[in-house]
């Protein structure tokens, strides 16, 4: 299994390169399937949501496809899926992903899809490839569980580590090391905290660490 999982996207071409050698091919051969679903239900300004698809498209894929699992039944979204080479996963709420991916049904054909395919996952769809959801926002899972009644906390596990996203962003006070060494202890798994130009880049459990920026394993 291949997974790219950051902080923002294709931020840096450090990260980019990362991404097409997960992929085997130059961006002009590859095609990207964009899952904006976790994005839906943040009341905010989107500028940030705007730049990630933006640093997407200025890679000259072949072909980059936005498909909700959310809005589209499965026998429409599970083909456009099919054809792609990146299953590429928004920011946004994590709670809401996993919700979205377990009523959707691509939780359980996940893993048919990434044995040759990429999962490439931005801030909440990083977190959500973790064992459990618990590194993201506990009072934004928590407004999440009073407005829709999800309060699962399970993740996809499809690596057996965590990462936190957003590293010393001012927009996330939490991502500090100094929160970070404490939750560690708990976790029983390597914790990453990478920031914004800073990405993992994980075959077959295989971890490295591809950065322009600064992260920090606990």
């Not at 980059?64 to 979204?77: C, G, K």
């Amino acid at each position: 299994m291949k997974l790219l999982l950051t902080s923002s996207g294709l931020k840096n071409q450090t990260i980019a390169a990362a991404l097409f050698e997960l992929v085997g091919k130059p961006a002009a051969e590859t095609s990207i399937a964009f899952i904006p679903t976790s994005m839906n239900v943040e009341d905010s300004d989107k500028g940030w949501f705007i730049d990630d698809l933006a640093n997407i498209k200025k890679q000259g894929c072949r072909r980059v496809d936005v498909v909700d699992i959310s809005a589209l039944p499965r026998e429409v979204w599970l083909p456009r899926l099919e054809k792609a080479d990146v299953l590429f996963f928004s920011g946004g709420n994590t709670a809401h992903l996993m919700r979205w991916l377990n009523e959707s049904g691509l939780v359980a054909r996940l893993p048919e899809l990434l044995q040759t395919r990429v999962y490439a996952g931005i801030s909440a769809g990083s977190i959500a490839t973790n064992p459990t959801i618990e590194l993201s926002s506990p009072e934004r899972r928590a407004e999440y569980a009073r407005q829709f009644g999800y309060t699962d906390t399970r993740g996809l596990n499809l690596v057996q580590l965590y990462v936190r996203p957003h590293l010393n962003s001012p927009h996330f006070p939490t991502a500090r090391r100094e929160y970070l060494v404490e939750i560690a202890k708990d976790l029983g798994a390597p914790l990453y905290g990478i920031d914004d130009n800073t990405a993992l880049k994980i075959v077959d459990g295989n971890v490295e660490v591809v950065s322009e920026g600064e992260y920090v394993v606990l």
